[in-house]
């Protein structure tokens, strides 16, 4: 029997995102769970948001007009947090996923965590830190858009031209193998990334050109790997 797949809320500022990434980003939600509703908020009346007004009815996106009474004052930014208040106190999301690059809705996030939901946040590598890291998880829109190779797994050699080098991950590897107990020095490769996860939100192996986890460990001369049926296991080398 397959599990329920869990009920996210996507709200998107369009101040902050591409159109034109928009699918792109709507599948990649579609992979951690159901994006049943599906927002974007703007001041529509804007030029600067023209490109949105065929991206909206075709992927489904309910767009929600927020206008500026005062310059310098984000409404959108406003509208979104209000609704997201909203959509908690409903009851009937398992999470939360923000698109944004703006700071401002750190609050947000950290009071949906406090409130127990799961919040992921998706935004450009100019995001701040103070957003990425409250997230239970943060996704790059610039690894949700790189073009893979014919194989589907690592990355095209165009797009790691700018990436940090696969090395660059190995101290992240180590802490979270430092935090995890082993009788004989093996671990569940699963749970190593679990942990990664959790001390970095925004870790992820696209970021150093590998679309998997497995194949970003394996190009590791520090670490180990073997197969223990469908599972991979690794170690720290001595």
């Not at 397959?2 to 809320?9: F, G, I, P, T």
Request: charge should be neutral; aromatic fraction near 6%.
């Amino acid at each position: 029997m397959s599990s329920k797949r869990k009920l996210l809320a996507v709200l998107i500022d369009a101040d902050n995102v591409n159109p034109k990434h928009a699918d792109a980003i709507l599948k990649e939600v579609s992979e951690i769970g159901e994006p049943a509703l599906r927002r974007v908020y703007g001041d529509w009346s804007s030029d600067g948001l023209n490109g949105w007004s065929k991206v909206i009815p075709e992927l489904g996106l309910v767009a929600r007009q927020e206008t500026a009474n005062t310059k310098q004052k984000n409404a959108s930014d406003i509208g979104l947090v209000i609704d997201a208040m909203d959509i908690l106190h409903g009851g009937r999301f398992d999470g939360f996923v923000l698109v944004s690059s703006d700071s401002d809705f750190t609050a947000l996030a950290n009071r949906l965590r406090e409130d127990g939901q799961e919040v992921i946040g998706i935004g450009e590598a100019k995001t701040p830190k103070s957003l990425r890291n409250v997230c239970n998880r943060f996704i790059l829109i610039e690894n949700i858009i790189a073009v893979p190779t014919s194989d589907g797994d690592d990355q095209s050699t165009e797009s790691k031209k700018h990436l940090p080098p696969p090395v660059k991950a190995l101290p992240l590897f180590k802490a979270a193998i430092g935090k995890i107990d082993s009788q004989d020095g093996w671990y569940p490769l699963s749970t190593v990334g679990s942990r990664i996860n959790a001390l970095h939100p925004d870790f992820d192996p696209r970021s150093y050109g590998h679309a998997k986890l497995s194949s970003l460990v394996k190009m590791l001369n520090g670490i180990e790997t073997k197969q223990v049926g469908t599972h991979l296991q690794i170690r720290l080398k001595s």
